[in-house]
């Protein structure tokens, strides 16, 4: 993936949600917005995505401000955000979260050809017990993970 660079990721979402289809799309950026995600000062942890007016809006996702800037030229953190993508996947994401149990997250904001991109899923919440069930599996994959090389090393 030559040309893209992460600038922050949402690993909380992959834990919280069941990650269904994945989208690209563009920012609606102000002035220093963009300087301040070059410098990597952002946080998609609290974020999600909500249709407002046949529209996708970014909310609470947080972008610190640009300290060069100054006080008066800088932006609001927390402000909403439009998101850039084409008609029919507006359409599809709105109806899918219209449906019980849907929500959009963002999992990733890059840097794709200079221009800022965040990835979004739509995803379905787990319960308690799907999260307890996945740390299960995991640890039982890093315990068969264990066993076998220390099986290999009595060799």
Do not use: C
Request: proline fraction near 4%; aromatic fraction near 6%; avoid cysteine.
């Amino acid at each position: 993936m030559s040309g893209i660079k992460v600038v922050a990721t949402n690993r909380k979402a992959g834990r919280d949600f069941h990650l269904e289809d994945k989208y690209e799309a563009g920012l609606v950026l102000k002035g220093t917005e963009i300087k301040s995600i070059r410098a990597g000062r952002v946080n998609l942890s609290d974020g999600y995505v909500q249709p407002r007016d046949g529209e996708l809006w970014l909310i609470n996702v947080h972008i610190a401000p640009y300290d060069p800037s100054g006080r008066y030229y800088g932006h609001e953190p927390l402000r909403p955000r439009k998101l850039l993508l084409h008609r029919r996947e507006i359409n599809r994401l709105i109806s899918r979260v219209t449906e019980r149990g849907y929500t959009i997250v963002p999992t990733r904001l890059y840097l794709k050809g200079g221009r800022a991109k965040i990835e979004i899923a739509l995803a379905k919440g787990k319960r308690k017990y799907d999260k307890r069930q996945a740390i299960a599996e995991r640890t039982a994959k890093r315990d068969i993970e264990r066993a076998l090389k220390e099986r290999d090393r009595g060799r």
